[in-house]
């Protein structure tokens, strides 16, 4: 079964930064596309970035610019490196294939202190 546990999250200040990271196994990051979504407190779960098999990036455009998603082929990991956070930035984030596995890890909380 194909398995992405997430991880890096944490309390951090407005302003402030973390790089969170999505392993994968059963399934190759290289050649697929790949996603960051995030559910805040009684929010739906949200399209965050999307990097595909051939590197293209894509944002939401709320993060476009503080947001940077890449990977790492030789680790078969995926990364989400935020900087300039908000308060509304607040969520659990989770990452995902593109189509969706049709379920989800645990994710990882990201807590943005105002």
């Known amino acids: 079964q194909v398995q992405l546990v997430e991880s890096g999250g944490g309390l951090v200040q407005a302003g402030g930064s973390l790089r969170l990271s999505c392993a994968a196994s059963?399934?190759?990051?290289?050649?697929?596309?790949i996603g960051w979504y995030r559910q805040a407190p009684g929010n739906q779960r949200e399209w965050v970035a999307t990097?595909?098999?051939?590197?293209?990036?894509n944002y939401a455009d709320s993060v476009k610019g503080r947001f940077t998603i890449s990977r790492d082929n030789a680790k078969n990991t995926m990364f989400l490196q935020m900087n300039s956070l908000k308060p509304e930035d607040t969520a659990v984030y989770y990452c995902?294939?593109?189509?969706?596995?049709?379920?989800w890890g645990q994710g990882t909380q990201v807590t943005v202190s105002s």
């Open positions: 995902n294939f593109l189509p969706g596995l049709g379920y």
């Open positions: 990097i595909s098999s051939g590197g293209f990036t």
């Open positions: 059963g399934r190759t990051v290289s050649n697929n596309a």
